[in-house]
């Protein structure tokens, strides 16, 4: 329940398919945590289903031990990229070729803005023990994951 296809690609140097399919939990989607880091992945080879690996959680019950227990708002988008700015800033001119010493970050403010492709609040098993809402934004080609609850910036990766 909640399977769906999240990408899906081609190769044609061994003739094989690979299908990348995610899932949600209380309707939101898994985040994944690298490129091309999918809880499901199958490989189909002249129409043969050669590889089914998978790494799926289940909802059980909301955690009373957690350190969010007692959250009750989320942090905006805004504010996630605005804290994190040093770091998101430091990315986006280093992925394309900006950065000198004399750049100004904060002239980037409004165009870092600007590149953002997606937003997606979704979840990351945190611990083995429980999950977390994040939010997933997508900045010129470049995934970030904020915890949504404190707005750090937990992860990024191209």
Do not use: H
Request: some cysteine; aromatic content about 18%.
């Amino acid at each position: 329940e909640g399977l769906f296809l999240e990408k899906y690609l081609y190769q044609p140097d061994d003739k094989s398919y690979y299908f990348f399919f995610n899932y949600r939990i209380n309707s939101f989607a898994i985040a994944e945590m690298a490129s091309e880091d999918y809880p499901i992945t199958v490989v189909v080879k002249e129409n043969q289903v050669v590889s089914v690996d998978k790494d799926v959680k289940r909802y059980v019950d909301v955690a009373e031990d957690t350190p969010y227990k007692n959250s009750e708002t989320l942090f905006t988008i805004d504010d996630c990229i605005t804290n994190n700015f040093l770091e998101v800033s430091v990315y986006y001119l280093q992925d394309n070729n900006l950065y000198d010493q004399k750049t100004d970050p904060m002239e980037f403010f409004f165009p870092i803005r600007s590149e953002i492709e997606s937003v997606d609040l979704r979840y990351y098993g945190e611990t083995v023990d429980y999950m977390i809402p994040v939010w997933q934004v997508v900045i010129d080609e470049r995934t970030y994951i904020f915890n949504a609850y404190d707005g750090k910036l937990i992860k990024t990766y191209r």
